[in-house]
């Protein structure tokens, strides 16, 4: 697979689009591995701090509402 930039040989893919990335145009950003609710009813998440980031995926300005889920 090739790099998404620059079309050498990738080294990894971004955690949050799957795009192919060098150790060139790789960044790094927190991603979130796991949410889940305590006993004491308090949500939590395991994050790893540098998470492999293609550089253009953007964040919605707001969380997207999935209705089905329970």
Do not use: S
Request: aromatic letters at 6%; hydrophobic letters at 35%.
């Amino acid at each position: 697979m090739n790099c998404w930039h620059c079309d050498r040989p990738a080294h990894g893919t971004c955690v949050f689009c799957g795009r192919a990335v060098c150790k060139e145009h790789a960044r790094t950003l927190p991603g979130i591995l796991q949410i889940y609710h305590t006993r004491q009813g308090r949500h939590k998440a395991l994050v790893v701090a540098d998470a492999l980031y293609c550089g253009l995926c953007q964040l919605l300005d707001d969380p997207v509402e999935l209705e089905h889920l329970e």
